[in-house]
């Protein structure tokens, strides 16, 4: 299976919105529902942003949201804060019943 | 609340094989709620998905991965764990354990809470 495709990086300045792309397939991201979302500081574990469709685990900032069309998933962020600056990691459940990340992304706060 | 814990060496020798295990507590490894997973990261790299178990049995595993992997649960234990056979120097990466989620449609694909990663080299 092959990674999903992200932007290598993007950048914003505080208090903008930026959006991160998250590209697969029909068998993948265009399928059902099923694209979760995760940051990453560096040295730390990922963290669970978002799943099932803009579902938030309890203390993510609702600034978090997400959106998807055809075979492409977006991570909006808005109201961009200094601590937003991190990798961002999409991923997906496959029609193989197997799971697949994007390539990352790294978020840049101006 | 759930937490995840890795354990394992720090060092495996090429060709030999990488075993970790994840103990979990907080929450019942039983539960029809999860699946567990094992991610890794090589250095300066991103994710890659190894595979899943649920404790009934039922595992997936990347097919890029699946001829040298085992993951299984030992509910006695609340433990699960992974093999990696013939280890490489492309297998060198930070191991992460991580419970899989059951979205609203019945499939288990969301990672919510995850272990702190442990760093495994591979090199003799």
């Known amino acids: 299976q092959s990674a999903l495709t992200q932007p290598a990086s993007v950048s914003g300045s505080p208090g903008q919105s930026i959006t991160i792309s998250c590209t697969g397939t029909?068998?993948?991201?265009?399928?059902?529902?099923?694209v979760s979302w995760y940051q990453q500081h560096p040295g730390k574990a990922p963290k669970l942003m978002i799943y099932?469709?803009?579902n938030r685990p309890s203390g993510v900032s609702n600034r978090f949201s997400d959106s998807k069309s055809g075979n492409t998933a977006s991570l909006t962020i808005s109201g961009l804060q200094a601590e937003d600056e991190a990798d961002y990691y999409c991923?997906?459940?496959?029609?193989?019943?197997?799971?697949?990340f994007g390539g990352g992304t790294k978020l840049t706060v101006l | 609340q759930l937490q995840l814990q890795e354990s394992g060496p720090g060092l495996v020798k090429p060709s030999e094989t990488l075993s970790l295990t994840c103990t979990v507590s907080?929450?019942?490894?039983?539960?029809?709620?999860?699946?567990w997973g094992w991610i890794r990261q090589p250095p300066g790299k991103g994710l890659e998905w190894i595979g899943s178990?649920?404790?009934?049995?039922?595992?997936h595993y990347n097919p890029s991965l699946k001829s040298r992997v085992t993951i299984s649960v030992d509910t006695s234990k609340t433990q699960f764990s992974l093999k990696l056979s013939s280890v490489t120097a492309a297998d060198t990466a930070v191991y992460y354990c991580?419970?899989?989620?059951?979205?609203?449609?019945?499939?288990?694909?969301?990672?919510?809470?995850w272990g702190k990663g442990t760093t495994v080299t591979v090199s003799s």
């Open positions: 029909s068998s993948d991201v265009g399928g059902d529902n099923y």
């Open positions: 099932d469709v803009s």
């Open positions: 991923s997906s459940y496959t029609s193989s019943r197997t799971l697949v």
């Open positions: 178990s649920h404790y009934s049995g039922s595992t």
């Open positions: 907080g929450g019942s490894i039983s539960s029809s709620s999860y699946y």
């Open positions: 991580a419970s899989i989620g059951r979205g609203s449609g019945w499939i288990y694909y969301y990672m919510d809470v």
